[in-house]
């Protein structure tokens, strides 16, 4: 529950108190492509280091929250600019944090 909580501060720290904004990855996705964006947007700017394992994000450990993470760290980071969620199709930019994934951010 703790890890949660961090998490969570994690990315409202991130994104501040204005217009919520996430990116998400795209369900139905197959692993690997979801593999590809968390590899492109943790070697280009997103702050990984919480999805690694023993991390505060790490759990629950399967790639789709990951992805979660990993994608909605680099577009915060890239301050939302458009296109910065798009990672060819396999993520969206929503209003809300998913409720299966919300100990991701």
Do not use: W
Request: some cysteine.
């Amino acid at each position: 529950m703790a890890a949660v909580a961090v998490c969570l501060l994690f990315l409202l720290g991130m994104i501040g108190h204005s217009n919520a904004a996430y990116c998400i990855c795209n369900a139905g996705i197959n692993s690997s492509a979801l593999q590809k964006d968390i590899d492109y947007a943790c070697g280009n700017g997103a702050d990984c280091t919480a999805i690694l394992q023993n991390g505060a994000c790490y759990n629950p450990s399967t790639v789709q929250d990951h992805c979660n993470y990993a994608v909605n760290s680099y577009y915060q980071r890239k301050g939302q600019v458009p296109g910065s969620c798009d990672f060819s199709g396999t993520a969206t930019i929503s209003q809300t944090i998913p409720s299966e994934s919300s100990s991701s951010f």
